[in-house]
């Protein structure tokens, strides 16, 4: 599969102008290759793989937030990338999640073609379905690299999405700590 996929890049680096012989290219298209599988691994993850049963019981009933979690994804209309943040909160009822799992399940979505608004609901579901929670909370705060080196070309805006799911759609003072603890 890499040799096939390194094939395709070295025709599109010949369309675009350059010499896929010259030495500096000469292993560019096996590295992007790679590079590209390493990004969307996503595809091949499933939840329970990366959650390996790390679900543990506790009568906790507090909300618990794991916040600026680095976020690399790709996005699905120019495969540039766009990179950021993401904080996950949930109201556990009786199972809490490990806390590595987060990061995981941010990345099993990130890795894959996307657009944040998908990306952003992807992992509020799967947390959701994993710790089976009275609510879930995500936001993601990112900066597309489309509009920054092309397009628009603007570098300081930035995209904020987020998915409210249970108590933090029902109750607002739930929302309203979630968003004071990201601010
Ligand atoms: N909502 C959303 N839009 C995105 C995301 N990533 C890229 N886009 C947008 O997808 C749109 C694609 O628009 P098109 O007009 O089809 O493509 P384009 O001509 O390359 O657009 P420009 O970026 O405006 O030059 C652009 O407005 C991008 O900014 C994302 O994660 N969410
Ligand atoms: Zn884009």
Known sequence: ???????HYRQIMEKLGENPEREGLKDTPKRTA?????????????LDDIVNGAVFESQTDEMVLVKDIELYSICE??????????????MPSGKVLGLS?????????????QIQENLTLQIAEAVQEVTEARG?????????????MRGVEK???????SVMLGAFRTNQSTRQ???????
């Open 1 to 7: 599969m890499t040799d096939d996929i390194a094939h």
């Open 34 to 46: 790679k590079a590209m599988q390493f990004l969307t691994a996503g595809y091949h993850q499933t």
């Open 77 to 90: 209309h120019h495969l540039l990338p766009f990179i950021g943040k993401c904080h996950i909160a949930y």
């Open 101 to 113: 799992k987060f990061a995981r399940i941010t990345d099993m979505f990130a890795r894959r073609l």
């Open 136 to 148: 879930v909370a995500v936001v993601i705060e990112a900066q597309h690299l489309c509009m920054m």
């Open 155 to 161: 570098q300081n805006s930035s995209m904020s999405s």
């Open 177 to 183: 700590e979630f968003l004071t603890l990201i601010s």
